[in-house]
């Protein structure tokens, strides 16, 4: 038996805890797990990128976080070449910042010129 509140275990034949004055329960509630980071945003989370090379994945995470676009890097730290096959780092991004996303990336593969000009 278990105090739901401060989860001191009573032996059996206690019914509340002494302490809060609580009636016990068998088992204490499963802790929640820890939030993932596709919970943080509502809506969909979208791949805007899979790169293969460890500088274009830090670059990537660099630019992104200047623009405070959120983003999950998955296989970040798995980026290696195993008999020649690359498994790539995949950005997702909220739906929502796909459009912001997808300019970062076009001005990664464009090779990253911040003062570059446009047209
Ligand atoms: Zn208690």
Redesign the pocket.
Known sequence: MF?P??H?EYRPGFDR?A??D?PLVQTLPEPPPPTAPEELYEGAWVTVANLTMQTDVSLLKAMLDADSIPFIARNDSSVFIMDGTAIPCQFLVPETERERATKVVEQLAEGYQPSASED
Do not use: I, P, R
């Open positions: 105090c509140q401060c001191t805890c302490d809060c609580l």
